[in-house]
């Protein structure tokens, strides 16, 4: 007997089908949809065999899914016959064609398919045609529907259940794609057990299925531990899983279940973007991808469907322009339309949010603070200081980015991987991914002694995390967070503390870093600061190399460059050109023996997998250490028009006042004024702990995590 839509009601279809035509962001998506799918319509049917990750074969493939998905809703929608016919007619020939296939001949780490490289890319197609198959399912005949049955759909449920066990309640974003696809390709042919086996787990013991899942994978906070690349990956089959669920499964309360995990995870997700839209690369990351993905469109459909609208929401959705094709999407739409009649939608500015990490949010956290200045030009902030990330983690906690002006300017590499593009190892993860782009040199942080936090063991550092100290974003002129990795190298405790502060004399907010190491005995500290542009100017002599060499032989210091280097007298500055806007970094150490270091990505890379991208690295050698350093933002360049405005800073000097474990105090001198930040480095520190340092016959005492003041400097200090 022939099922029903799974996601769609008849009701429902009629109002989708009220938007064709329209200039809404549903009428805009269907029309959209109708030309993709319509342009793919016109090439021949293709089934082809195995081929490499990325290449032809795989892209075909998916290509294949994505369109039946399409063209299954688009029947329902436009009542057009030949969307059915397209998705019965591809349906018929991988019957023919997939018990055919061995399994994929191309080996990778994770179980191999018959369609695709790994079991992942075959529970995405399932899932796609599942969905399709339900669509179009009343235009075929019993003997269509069995035959489609016992060649694909089958065959897949019982090599992801069967064969595949142990890796069904795997709780990972693998094991989310797994029991969607296996519980809507259930209720689309008809066995709801399969449903059962996707909610609860094959044992149902709570160690697998979706509702273990979603417990598992986000925290309370709802961030997703592998960060926001892989979460947008996750979050499509969690959400379009979570409706069928609604739909389907009205007793588990789906959008309720865990103190509303979807909607806080959702939230979680859009909270880690840019302000242009794209996401941090955090982990094996794009540094390119964005809330423009489908995934994410999803998951804005459906939480203002579940959860409500706010004007961010509206402001995602102005930027994706697009919803997703679903009464979801509907409601988004139409909300849109109406607060368009009432004003102009704005772009969405998300508040500084810290979000904890593990099942019970004891497992560290990410911060992201935001701040504008005085045009409102968006600065964010993001630090680290989670979880390891599982297979696919970092190993830089306590690493940094930095954003405004449009531009990452503190940036992350992101993942080694030309995805889709198979001359480049199938589109894989490349070997430079683990040699280079994951270790602790390649981020925005202190390496010791030249080896990788956790010493690039993976199972060791998914056993430790970092420690919150605080995030403090009330006030308008300074905002900050802190936090400890007291377990990442042998014998050493870190401390980070980061902050933006307005000061009044400034055009636009200051970055203030503030990094502690302490250890036994004498160490060699690289504090390193990926960024792109053209160096302006130093304030120190260095020597460039005609010949080059590496900075050192090994956990990523193999793949630099040693481009030049210079001996540092107090307090460094690095000035640099990032497009149209001016830079300068000035950082020192509480050592006296500091140097710069600049680099640039490339050595031993006889394939050219690694991009050429410049850093520069504070290095200093000794016992405990604080480096401080601050980063401004200034002037303007057009070359165009040939202008150039405030190339120099305004801050002339940052310097250590001393440091110890009670606390830090630096002071940084700007032309006008003497700036004083004094942090706690007492980990038990409070609101009310009252602290009292004594540096250099001068005591500090303030009250809570920081403070800062301030004072004028003196003309007669100023002609000086």
């Known amino acids: 007997m022939a099922t029903q839509p799974i996601l769609l009601t008849e009701a429902e279809i009629s109002l989708l089908s009220k938007e064709v035509g329209r200039s809404s962001l549903m009428g805009k998506t269907i029309a ?78 994770n179980p191999t398919g018959r369609l695709f490289h790994q079991i992942l890319n075959e529970h995405c197609w399932l899932f796609y045609t599942s969905i399709a198959y339900s669509c179009v399912v009343s235009e075929m005949s019993e003997a269509q529907q069995q035959r489609i049955k016992e060649r694909i759909f089958e065959p897949m449920l019982d090599m992801f259940t069967v064969k595949y066990a142990h890796d069904f309640d795997r709780i990972h974003n693998h094991g989310i794609w797994a029991v969607a696809a296996v519980g809507i390709c259930g209720l689309a042919i008809g066995k709801r057990e399969y449903l059962e086996h996707a909610v609860y787990g094959l044992d149902r013991d709570d160690t697998g299925g979706f509702l273990a899942q979603i417990s598992q994978l986000f925290a309370p906070s709802g961030y997703y531990m592998e960060g926001p690349y892989y979460h947008r990956y996750a979050i499509r089959p969690t959400c379009v899983f979570a409706e069928v669920l609604h739909r389907h499964m009205p007793e588990v309360d789906i959008y309720q279940y865990k103190d509303g995990v979807i909607g806080n995870t959702v939230q979680a997700l859009l909270s880690t973007a840019y302000p242009n839209g794209e996401f941090p690369a955090l982990n094996d990351a794009s540094r390119t991808m964005g809330i423009t993905d489908m995934g994410v469109q999803v998951a804005v459909s459906v939480y203002s469907k579940h959860y409500g609208l706010d004007d961010n929401l509206l402001g995602m959705a102005k930027i994706q322009d697009a919803v997703w094709m679903h009464p979801c999407g509907l409601a988004l739409s139409q909300a849109f339309e109406q607060a368009s009649q009432e004003r102009e939608i704005g772009m969405p500015f998300w508040p500084s949010v810290e979000l904890n990490e593990g099942p019970e949010g004891q497992s560290g956290a990410q911060g992201f603070i935001r701040m504008q200045d005085k045009k409102q030009d968006v600065f964010q902030l993001v630090m680290n200081y989670g979880q390891h990330g599982m297979g696919h983690g970092n190993f830089d906690t306590l690493g940094i980015t930095y954003f ?196 640039r990505t490339g050595a031993n890379d006889p394939s050219f997998n690694l991009r050429s991208e410049p850093a520069f690295t504070l290095r200093s050698k000794g016992g405990n250490t604080l480096f401080a350093s601050v980063l401004e933002t200034h002037g303007y360049f057009n070359e165009e028009f040939e202008q150039s405005v405030s190339a120099r800073g305004q801050v002339n000097n940052i310097k250590v006042i001393g440091h110890n474990e009670v606390g830090s105090v630096v002071e940084i001198e700007t032309a006008n004024t003497v700036v004083t930040v004094m942090i706690s480095n007492q980990a038990d520190a409070t609101n009310s702990t009252e602290h009292h340092i004594d540096f250099n016959g001068q005591t500090y005492a303030w009250t809570g995590f920081y403070a800062v003041s301030s004072h004028a400097i003196s003309a007669s200090t100023q002609e000086k």
């Open 32 to 109: 959209a949809n109708q030309k993709d799918v319509d342009a793919f319509m016109q090439l021949p049917i293709d089934i082809p065999g195995h081929g490499e990750a990325g290449g032809y074969e795989h892209n075909r493939h998916k290509q294949n899914y994505t369109y039946m998905n399409l063209a299954g809703r688009l029947f329902l929608i436009t009542k057009q016959q030949k969307y059915a016919d397209f998705v019965i007619e591809v349906l018929e020939q991988y019957a023919d064609k997939y018990l055919t296939f061995d399994f994929h001949v191309q080996k990778n780490t």
């Open 404 to 599: 405004n002006r449009g531009q990452e300017v503190l940036r992350e590499y992101g993942f080694g991987r030309w995805v889709n593009v198979e001359p480049k190892f199938g589109g894989r993860y490349l070997d430079e991914n683990k040699s280079y782009a994951r270790q602790t040199i390649a981020h925005n942080l202190v390496t010791i002694d030249e080896t990788c936090q956790n010493y690039f063991d993976v199972s060791r550092a998914d056993g430790v995390h970092g420690i919150p100290h605080f995030f403090t974003v009330d006030s308008d002129d300074i905002k900050g967070m802190s936090a400890f990795a007291n377990d990442h190298y042998d014998g050493f405790t870190m401390q980070r503390s980061v902050f933006m502060l307005n000061i009044d004399e400034l055009e636009a907010p200051l970055l203030l870093d503030l990094y502690r190491l302490n250890g036994e005995g004498e160490h060699q500290y690289d504090y390193s600061h990926q960024y792109d542009g053209q160096i302006i100017r130093t304030n120190f002599d260095y020597t460039t190399y005609k010949e080059l060499d590496t900075l050192g032989d090994k956990d990523g210091y193999q793949h630099l460059w040693h481009v030049a280097d210079g001996k540092v007298n107090d307090t460094a500055l690095v000035s640099w050109l990032q497009n149209n806007n001016y830079y300068t970094w000035l950082g020192t150490s509480s050592n006296d023996n500091d140097e710069v270091i600049f680099t």
